[in-house]
């Protein structure tokens, strides 16, 4: 079991900045992809950066190319999404995923969430 929890979140104005946090616990991180993911209300989850296990290779929803980077430390056991030049339309719940592949298995671990808000 991995164990993350979000931190960051908030209220900011259009054009702001924000940094998440995510502090994983329970299992060895650096076996795991992170990613981050959001959820606007009335909308399905949906995909915003991913980072390797080794940090090397990093992707980013179309939406965010850009704006936000993602990167992490596996010596502190934290992933980072580095957002600038919010808009509105990135309000939603931002969810850290953590995701290994064990024997063509894939497992998926969750965060609880962190709200962010930008107002126009």
């Known amino acids: 079991q991995v164990q993350l929890v979000e931190s960051g979140g908030g209220l900011v104005q259009a054009g702001g900045s924000l940094r998440l946090s995510c502090a994983a616990s329970?299992?060895?991180?650096?076996?795991?992809?992170m990613g981050w993911f959001r959820q606007a209300p009335g909308k399905e989850r949906e995909f915003v950066a991913q980072?390797?296990?080794?940090?090397?290779?990093?992707y980013y929803a179309d939406s965010v190319k850009g704006r936000f980077i993602i990167s992490r430390d596996n010596s502190k056991n934290t992933v980072y999404l580095q957002m600038n030049s919010l808009k509105p339309e990135d309000t939603a719940v931002y969810y850290c995923?953590?995701?290994?592949?064990?024997?063509?298995?894939?497992?998926?671990?969750w965060g609880q969430g962190t709200q962010v808000t930008v107002s126009s």
């Open positions: 980072i390797s296990a080794s940090g090397d290779s990093t």
């Open positions: 995923n953590a995701r290994e592949v064990l024997l063509l298995h894939e497992y998926n671990y």
């Open positions: 329970g299992r060895t991180f650096s076996n795991f992809a």
